[in-house]
């Protein structure tokens, strides 16, 4: 299991290079299967990037330099932080910087994923419900919170939209229109699930993808200080309670009311935390083994003892 932090990522986003770009003569070009795939593992890649409040252009830039970095250190599935392109405390910018499903960020990340080879969780835009024509919808208008999940050709696997919405000094639940649909999807030989921050305080979510077959949850999040135990606490209690790798993708930066907290991470099935970041920009990574979600559901079989 080889993990890695990179504090670097900001800078290296804004410039759309790394260390070694000019030197990796796999830099810049696409990885086949045979190049990437490693048996039945996944090399998971959690990009904590700077968000800036309504500077779609200049997030949407990290997060594909973020992409394209993952993709260089070998990522099979890179997954991004909630509304990392409008920012989540930008409440004002919602209706100005909505999109419809099919629009320039999630094109741009599809396209990305495809070019380089690597599967993307975009995790999330603003969507504009009224204007989107290429998946079904929760309502016929409106805003959701929506995440997308493209495999390593670009093609669309998976649609979350968050379905609680938070209310708690914060303005989304006035705003958005909550989601519906509860999806996995095989990204390699992992079988993945996707929610998105406020849903990590309700469990019986996870149950649902958990029965669904999901060894990798993945939760992309806009968490802010101070509540770094809610946020870590509840992370590991849903690895543990439900087998499965947990890993939260956390944003960087500050608003005019809250500064996100980073720490993004990855917890085993034992609830043990494989790698983690600060609160500065980064690139999480490490390495995702579903025999070992096999093996621990097998030697501690608490799924198979449920009553409810």
């Given at each position: 299991m080889s993990t890695d932090t990179d504090a670097d990522l900001e800078s290296e986003s804004e410039t759309g290079a790394g260390p070694g770009a000019e030197t990796d003569p796999g830099a810049g070009t696409r990885r086949t299967?045979?190049?990437?795939g490693t048996g039945n593992g996944l090399s998971l890649a959690l990009a904590q990037i700077h968000v800036e409040a309504g500077d779609v252009e200049a997030n949407v830039e990290r997060a594909l330099a973020a992409?394209?970095?993952?993709?260089?250190?070998?990522?099979?599935?890179v997954a991004l932080p909630e509304l990392f392109n409008v920012g989540y405390f930008a409440f004002d910018r919602y209706a100005r910087n909505a999109e419809p499903?099919?629009?320039e960020t999630f094109t741009r990340l599809r396209e990305a994923a495809a070019d380089r080879g690597i599967a993307v969780l975009a995790g999330s835009i603003v969507e504009d419900l009224?204007?989107?024509?290429?998946?079904?919808?929760?309502?016929?208008?409106?805003?959701?919170?929506?995440?997308?999940?493209?495999?390593?050709?670009?093609?669309?696997?998976?649609?979350?939209?968050?379905?609680?919405?938070?209310?708690?000094e914060s303005a989304e639940s006035e705003l958005l229109v909550p989601g519906e649909r509860l999806e996995t999807a095989a990204?390699?030989?992992?079988?993945?699930?996707?929610?998105?921050?406020?849903?990590?305080?309700?469990?019986?979510l996870y149950r649902e993808l958990i029965d669904a077959g999901a060894e990798l949850l993945l939760v992309p999040s806009a968490w802010p200080y101070p509540r770094i135990e809610h946020w870590q606490t509840l992370s590991r209690a849903r690895a543990i309670e439900n087998q499965a790798y947990v890993a939260t993708i956390n944003g960087?930066?500050?608003?005019?009311?809250?500064?996100?907290?980073?720490?993004?991470?990855?917890?085993?099935p034992w609830g043990v935390s494989l790698a983690s970041s600060g609160d500065e920009p980064a690139l999480v990574t490490t390495e995702i083994e579903p025999t070992t979600v096999a093996d621990v559901r097998k030697e501690f079989p608490a799924l198979r003892d449920r009553r409810l």
């Open positions: 299967q045979t190049e990437t992409v394209s970095r993952a993709a260089d250190r070998g990522a099979d599935l499903f099919g629009g009224a204007a989107t024509d290429s998946v079904a919808t929760p309502a016929d208008e409106g805003l959701a919170n929506t995440a997308a999940l493209f495999d390593a050709d670009g093609e669309l696997q998976l649609v979350y939209r968050k379905h609680h919405l938070f209310g708690y990204i390699g030989d992992v079988t993945v699930g996707v929610t998105t921050c406020y849903d990590l305080r309700f469990p019986e960087s930066g500050e608003f005019d009311d809250a500064t996100l907290l980073g720490r993004s991470s990855v917890y085993d």
